[in-house]
């Protein structure tokens, strides 16, 4: 898992820096509506409308990087990604977190602040490693086994 977070972090801090220097406005404004669909689906408790949002987040960055190589290497981890961001899920406010994290890197975006954007970016892949790791140790049992 630490070599997939690893490469997520190299490819997507990337794809920030690249888009707060770009500020597309059609960009910004698809992740911006990926955050309200997703604040949306929170307050009505869709859990999975929720996921589709947060998914379409990082889908809407890679697409707009417009690097093939890139959303190559990112289409090529998803199934991975995936399953690391719905094990981070188990841990109570990580929906919300996740939102707020996603509000940070897209304000950094429209202030074409590069450094801020990368750095929200890095810290959001941490904070889902955290919390997938939580999800992880939580299921299993007192010896570390699963049930």
């Known amino acids: 898992m630490r070599e997939i977070i690893e490469l997520r972090l190299v490819l997507e801090s990337h794809i920030a820096r690249d888009l707060a220097e770009r500020r597309h406005d059609e960009v910004l404004d698809a992740l911006e509506a990926t955050?309200?669909?997703?604040?949306?689906?929170?307050?009505?408790?869709?859990?999975?409308?929720?996921?589709?949002?947060?998914?379409?987040?990082?889908?809407?960055m890679t697409e707009a990087s417009g690097n093939s190589r890139?959303?190559?290497?990112?289409?090529?981890?998803?199934?991975?990604?995936?399953?690391?961001?719905?094990?981070?899920?188990?841990a109570p406010g990580r929906e919300q977190r996740s939102l707020e994290e996603h509000e940070r890197?897209?304000?950094?975006?429209?202030?074409?602040?590069?450094d801020e954007a990368e750095r929200a970016t890095v810290e959001h892949v941490h904070s889902i490693e955290s919390d997938s790791l939580g999800g992880l140790i939580g299921s299993a049992g007192s010896d570390g086994h699963r049930p």
């Open 35 to 60: 955050i309200a669909t997703g604040r949306d689906a929170l307050e009505s408790g869709d859990g999975a409308r929720v996921r589709d949002s947060l998914t379409a987040f990082s889908d809407v």
């Open 70 to 90: 890139l959303t190559r290497a990112l289409d090529e981890l998803r199934s991975v990604l995936l399953l690391i961001g719905n094990t981070s899920m188990r």
């Open 105 to 114: 890197i897209l304000a950094a975006l429209r202030a074409g602040d590069a």
